[in-house]
């Protein structure tokens, strides 16, 4: 068994992650795939012969280049019952943020609560396609992705619209308390999802893609509580739109990323 490590500079997120495994899954060789997402690594535990893969990560042009490989007796173990259970938390809670946040973003006419649902179900939708994917075909999988990819792209341009609309000056100024109400109760969410991830002490790559969109998730409900802030100072609607607009942009780029899956 050889490890061999490559360094995978534009791999930022669980969307390459899954780009990677499905161009990887079908050489046989392979054994085990070990991601580094914050530090842009991955270890692939194989057996003899690194060519094929080393031309697999070049045509994804994620601007791969192979570092280092070493003999290794083990490839590593993890605990996946318990991580299966956190991710079905995880996407629980993103769920049903979208569900509430969105709802309460039409009725207190606020698009920062808006655009906030919509990075949960990016969020909601990375995780379940994790899930879903196990075992399934590449097939299956690139059908999954494209259809949560064009979801998201969909939500993302109608929100855009709107906040273009109400730049254009339709609309009512945000129900300031609400917004920094349902923001806060967010934020306490992805606060306890944080918790759970981290608890497990996981050092998988989807675990840590995990860590790391929740605590993205944290800084959006704190733009979205100081927006509200600034409406009720100012006792305007825009600090609403901008920090709408920003996090529509976030989520057209997590849309992206996600039908890159589906090709």
Same mark, same amino acid.
């Given at each position: ?31 085990? !795939? ?7 690594? +991955? ?49 629980? &809670? ?26 949960? +179900? ?8 994790? +899930? ?28 855009? +619209? ?28 992805? !606060? ?32 979205? &509580? ?38």
């Amino acid at each position: 068994m050889k490890k061999s490590t490559f360094k995978i500079t534009q791999m930022d997120c669980s969307s390459e992650e899954q780009l990677i495994r499905m161009k990887l899954e079908d050489i046989g060789t392979i054994q085990w !795939l070990d991601f580094d997402i914050p530090n842009r690594t +991955l270890s692939v535990y194989h057996e003899e012969g690194i060519s094929e893969i080393d031309d697999a990560l070049n045509s994804l042009n994620l601007n791969s280049s192979f570092e280092t490989t070493k003999k290794v007796i083990d490839i590593p173990s993890s605990n996946k019952k318990q991580e299966k259970k956190i991710l079905w938390w995880v996407l629980g &809670i993103n769920a049903v943020f979208f569900v509430i946040e969105m709802t309460a973003g039409w009725l207190v006419n606020s698009m920062g609560l808006i655009a906030d649902s919509l990075d949960m +179900l990016a969020d909601a939708s990375v995780y379940g396609l994790s +899930l879903f994917a196990v075992g399934s075909t590449v097939a299956r999988k690139k059908k999954v992705a494209k259809i949560s990819g064009y979801l998201q792209m969909g939500l993302a341009s109608l929100g855009f +619209l709107e906040v273009l609309r109400r730049f254009m000056g339709v609309g009512e100024t945000p129900l300031f308390q609400w917004m920094i109400i349902i923001a806060s109760v967010a934020l306490v969410a992805n !606060l306890v999802t944080l918790w759970l991830i981290n608890k497990a002490k996981s050092q998988e790559a989807h675990m840590r893609a995990s860590s790391i969109f929740t605590s993205n998730d944290i800084i959006v409900n704190s733009g979205v &509580i100081t927006a509200g802030i600034l409406v009720y100072f100012t006792g305007s609607k825009w600090p609403d739109l901008v920090i709408g607009a920003v996090v529509f942009c976030f989520v057209m780029w997590g849309a992206i990323r996600i039908l890159r899956l589906s090709k």
